[in-house]
C-alpha cells in the first residue's frame, strides 16, 4: 500500500463523515437531504480536500478537526458545483461518477436546491469550524472568493460564453484558472493556513496551486477525447457535443501533453522551491501530481 493510499484511507473517511453528520444534522426535508447525500456518497476522489490536508501533512502538523471541517465545506462546494454543471441549463448530462446524476433521479428542481443546500451548508459548517476566529474568518473570505463571482462563478460563466467560440489559449486559461483553479488554489493555499506558515511560503503555494490546476484541466480536457465512459464514470466526448473550446481542439492531443508536463514540471519547480525554504515533505504532493500524469497515459 502507498503512501497516498494511506493517507486517503486514514483522512478522508473523516472529511465524509463531517460531511454526512453536518448536513443530517441541518437538514429538515427528507427528499431533499437524501439528494444532497446522494451526490456526497457518489465518491470521487476528493482531490480538493485531499490536497487540503497533504499540503498540511507536508508541513509536519497534526491534522486537526478544525482541518476536517474545511476540507469538508471545500468538497461541498465542489460537490454542489457538480450538480449544476450536470442539469439541463448547463451542461445537460446524464452520467456522474459511473451514476444517474442528481438530477436524473431527482429532477431539475430537487438537483437545484441540492446544489444550493450544499453551497450553502458548506459556509455554515466552516463558520463553525473549531479553528481561531482570525483564521476562520480568513478562510470564509478565501472560500468565498474562490468560489464565487472572481472564481469559478465567473469561470463557469465565461465557459457558458465561450460554447460555440473557438478561444485562445490566453482566454482559455482565463476560464480554467477560475473555473477549476480557484478551488484547487483554495486547497493548497488553505493548508498551509492550517499549518501556520508564513506568506513567502502562501505565495508559492498560490502559484504552485495555480500549475496544477491547469495542469488538471488539461488531464480533463485530454481524458474527454480519449478515455472510455467506463474509466472515466461519465460520458466521453461531451465537450466536443457541447462546442466547447478545449485544449486538445485548440492545440491537437500531442500538444496539449507537453502542456501538461509542462505545467507539471512547474508545479514540480514549486515543490523544490518549498522544500528550500520551509520543512516541507513533498511526497504527498508529488504522488498526487504523478497520479495526474499517469491517468492521462492509462
Not at 151 to 176: N, S
Not at 255 to 270: D, R
Given at each position: 500500500?502507498?503512501l497516498?493510499?494511506e493517507?486517503?484511507?486514514e483522512h478522508l473517511v473523516?472529511?465524509?463523515?463531517?460531511?454526512?453528520?453536518f448536513?443530517?444534522?441541518?437538514?429538515t426535508?427528507?427528499l431533499l437531504?437524501?439528494?444532497?447525500?446522494y451526490s456526497?456518497d457518489a465518491g470521487?476522489?476528493?482531490?480538493?480536500?485531499?490536497?487540503l490536508?497533504a499540503?498540511i501533512?507536508?508541513?509536519g502538523k497534526k491534522i486537526?478537526q478544525?482541518?476536517?471541517q474545511?476540507?469538508?465545506?471545500?468538497?461541498?462546494?465542489?460537490t454542489?458545483?457538480?450538480?449544476?454543471d450536470?442539469?439541463?441549463?448547463?451542461d445537460?448530462d446524464e452520467?456522474r461518477r459511473?451514476?444517474?446524476?442528481?438530477?436524473m433521479k431527482f429532477g431539475a428542481g430537487i438537483?437545484?436546491?441540492?446544489g444550493?443546500g450544499?453551497l450553502?451548508e458548506?459556509?455554515?459548517?466552516l463558520s463553525?469550524?473549531?479553528?481561531t476566529s482570525?483564521?476562520?474568518l480568513?478562510?470564509?473570505?478565501n472560500?468565498?472568493?474562490?468560489?464565487g463571482?472572481?472564481?469559478?462563478?465567473?469561470?463557469?460563466?465565461?465557459?457558458i460564453?465561450?460554447?460555440?467560440?473557438?478561444?485562445?489559449?490566453?482566454e482559455?486559461?482565463?476560464?480554467?484558472?477560475?473555473k477549476?483553479?480557484?478551488l484547487?488554489?483554495?486547497a493548497?493555499?488553505?493548508?498551509?493556513l492550517l499549518a501556520?506558515?508564513?506568506e513567502?511560503?502562501?505565495a508559492?503555494?498560490q502559484?504552485l496551486?495555480?500549475?496544477l490546476g491547469?495542469?488538471?484541466q488539461i488531464?480533463?480536457?485530454l481524458l474527454?477525447?480519449?478515455?472510455?465512459k467506463?474509466?472515466?464514470?461519465k460520458?466521453v466526448?461531451?465537450?466536443?457535443a457541447l462546442?466547447k473550446?478545449?485544449y486538445?481542439?485548440?492545440?491537437?492531443?500531442?500538444?496539449s501533453?507537453?502542456?501538461?508536463?509542462?505545467e507539471?514540471?512547474a508545479?514540480n519547480?514549486?515543490i523544490t522551491k518549498?522544500?528550500a525554504?520551509s520543512l516541507?515533505?513533498?511526497?504527498?504532493?508529488?504522488m498526487?501530481?504523478?497520479?495526474l500524469?499517469?491517468?492521462?497515459?492509462a
Amino acid at each position: 500500500m502507498t503512501l497516498l493510499t494511506e493517507f486517503r484511507q486514514e483522512h478522508l473517511v473523516r472529511v465524509q463523515t463531517e460531511m454526512r453528520s453536518f448536513l443530517r444534522q441541518q437538514t429538515t426535508d427528507e427528499l431533499l437531504l437524501e439528494s444532497m447525500l446522494y451526490s456526497i456518497d457518489a465518491g470521487g476522489k476528493r482531490l480538493r480536500p485531499l490536497l487540503l490536508l497533504a499540503t498540511i501533512a507536508g508541513f509536519g502538523k497534526k491534522i486537526t478537526q478544525g482541518a476536517y471541517q474545511t476540507a469538508a465545506a471545500l468538497e461541498m462546494i465542489h460537490t454542489y458545483s457538480l450538480i449544476h454543471d450536470d442539469l439541463p441549463a448547463m451542461d445537460n448530462d446524464e452520467l456522474r461518477r459511473g451514476l444517474p446524476t442528481n438530477h436524473m433521479k431527482f429532477g431539475a428542481g430537487i438537483a437545484t436546491l441540492a446544489g444550493d443546500g450544499l453551497l450553502t451548508e458548506a459556509f455554515h459548517l466552516l463558520s463553525r469550524a473549531e479553528l481561531t476566529s482570525e483564521l476562520r474568518l480568513l478562510l470564509l473570505q478565501n472560500l468565498a472568493k474562490a468560489s464565487g463571482t472572481v472564481g469559478m462563478v465567473a469561470g463557469q460563466a465565461a465557459d457558458i460564453q465561450g460554447e460555440g467560440k473557438q478561444l485562445t489559449l490566453p482566454e482559455m486559461a482565463y476560464v480554467h484558472q477560475r473555473k477549476t483553479g480557484a478551488l484547487f488554489t483554495f486547497a493548497i493555499t488553505a493548508g498551509g493556513l492550517l499549518a501556520n506558515q508564513d506568506e513567502s511560503v502562501i505565495a508559492l503555494l498560490q502559484t504552485l496551486a495555480e500549475h496544477l490546476g491547469l495542469a488538471f484541466q488539461i488531464r480533463d480536457d485530454l481524458l474527454d477525447v480519449t478515455a472510455t465512459k467506463d474509466q472515466l464514470g461519465k460520458n466521453v466526448g461531451h465537450d466536443v457535443a457541447l462546442n466547447k473550446s478545449t485544449y486538445p481542439a485548440l492545440l491537437g492531443i500531442e500538444k496539449s501533453h507537453q502542456l501538461l508536463a509542462t505545467e507539471l514540471a512547474a508545479t514540480n519547480a514549486c515543490i523544490t522551491k518549498l522544500q528550500a525554504i520551509s520543512l516541507i515533505k513533498p511526497d504527498l504532493l508529488m504522488m498526487l501530481t504523478e497520479e495526474l500524469t499517469l491517468e492521462v497515459q492509462a
